[in-house]
């Protein structure tokens, strides 16, 4: 790879991450409020970052690469898989709560089913009919 396409990578590599660094601190954000977040999280300069962000730099130091690197935010696919499984174990501390409340009123209707039968059994069958 010659040295002219190693810089394009670098510099394409800081323009992504600063991109991702910005997205992520100021999502509802102009590229203003992007920028700004991307310098306060990687503690470049807000000019040398402007030229970053818009892949004006000349040369990339591999500090400023290692700075963008340590601000990137945690990997989304990784913090939706932690998300999904507390979800997971929310939904499943539900599902027994549910189970318990379930078998409760199954047990309170059949107790009165019961003494429902009890009642009409001592009443003479419950459905009789006064004739004169």
Not at 26 to 43: C, D, E, F, S
Not at 99 to 106: F, I, K, S, Y
Request: charged share 25%.
């Amino acid at each position: 790879m010659s040295a002219v396409a190693m810089q394009l990578n670098r510099s394409a590599k800081a323009v992504q991450g600063l991109e991702r660094i910005g997205a992520h601190y100021a999502p509802a954000g102009n590229i203003k409020a992007r920028v700004r977040a991307a310098h306060l999280h990687t503690g470049l300069p807000y000019s040398r970052t402007r030229e970053l962000w818009y892949g004006r730099a000349r040369r990339i130091a591999d500090a400023e690469l290692a700075a963008i690197e340590a601000a990137l935010p945690p990997d989304t696919a990784e913090f939706s898989l932690a998300f999904v499984r507390s979800v997971e174990t929310r939904v499943a501390a539900l599902l027994e709560e549910l189970a318990a409340v379930r078998a409760r009123c199954e047990a309170e209707l059949a107790a009165r089913a019961d003494r429902s039968a009890g009642t009409q059994a001592a009443d003479g069958g419950g459905d009789a009919v006064d004739r004169p």
